[in-house]
């Protein structure tokens, strides 16, 4: 007699090779599906963090104002090393490096040297040092009383010029791309695209666009990306002037809205912050602002 074990017959049976092919064909099309929404999710994950950002830049650009009476300048200032004392014996040129606004917008916001701004000036400009006590000090080492930083500083993306990809083939100034000292605020959407956070200050005397903000405060940094502040102004968001142009304002006299003596930038009375956005160019749709721009 057949023992019970013996009698038992396997029913299973294996998957066909055309059905393994159906299963391998599901799978890659839901993956096919999900990689371009995980993408897309990813991108405005970091495109809201950018604009949390620059809502937190112009918070801190707001205590800084009530702080110091004034908003940061942003205009191109040589970066007179010797004066801020970061090379040993303050050895260094009084030409050697260049600040731009994206530059005068991070030391205002934590200090060139991450202990917070100074206000304390020698010969004209502000003076950074620290003493043997490890304190931010003035020229004799004597301990002085630095701003505390303006925004978390473990919140934003901070690095220097050299961290800034430049585009093949493009030229750019060694002065502003090679300066050790100053850092910038960047973006955090790519590292191959890591570009700084631009920085305007806002004339409130001006009276034309070209009048309240200057293109020169940022040039040697969009530039290279292939903006311009052709004037007169041309209708291209890579021309600076149009960028900023607020929409609302200006006559058509028949030379375009634009061109009116009446059109005015946004935040005419304030500054501008401009984020290249994930596509890392300027003057692009994507672009993050502290203002809405208006087709």
């Known amino acids: 007699m057949a023992s019970k074990k013996n009698s038992i017959r396997t029913t299973g049976k294996a998957f066909t090779l055309v059905e393994l092919l159906v299963v391998i064909s599901i799978i890659a099309m839901l993956i096919g599906i999900m990689v371009p929404v995980i993408g897309v999710a990813k991108k405005h994950a970091k495109t809201m963090t950018m604009k949390a950002t620059i809502g937190a830049i112009g918070v801190g650009l707001e205590q800084f104002r009530n702080d110091q009476s004034r908003y940061p300048d942003s205009s191109v200032r040589g970066a007179l090393v010797s004066e801020y004392c970061l090379l040993p014996n303050g050895g260094g040129s009084a030409d050697t490096h260049i600040d731009v606004g994206a530059h005068r917008l991070a030391e205002a916001m934590f200090g060139i040297d991450m202990l917070g701004y100074s206000s304390y000036q020698f010969n004209g400009v502000n003076y950074y040092n620290v003493n ?75 009276n034309l666009i070209h009048d309240i903000y200057k293109y020169y405060d940022n040039a040697y940094i969009t530039n290279p990306f292939g903006m311009n502040d052709v004037v007169p102004y041309t209708d291209t968001a890579k021309n600076f002037y149009n960028y900023i142009w607020d929409t609302e304002t200006g006559i058509d006299t028949g030379a375009g809205k634009l061109r009116s003596p009446s059109a005015r930038p946004y935040n005419r009375d304030s500054f501008l912050l401009i984020s290249a956005g994930p596509d890392g160019e300027y003057g692009t749709q994507d672009d993050i602002c502290n203002f809405e721009r208006r087709d």
């Open 132 to 206: 043997a006590a490890g304190e931010p000090c003035d020229q004799n080492g004597n301990a002085i009383q630095r701003a505390d930083a303006y925004i978390d500083t473990s919140s934003v993306k901070i690095g220097k010029m050299a961290d800034v990809a430049v585009p093949e083939g493009v030229a750019v100034e060694p002065k502003v791309w090679g300066n050790p000292y100053t850092p910038v605020i960047l973006d955090n959407f790519s590292v191959k695209k890591a570009r700084p956070i631009l920085y305007y200050k806002a004339n409130t005397g001006g």
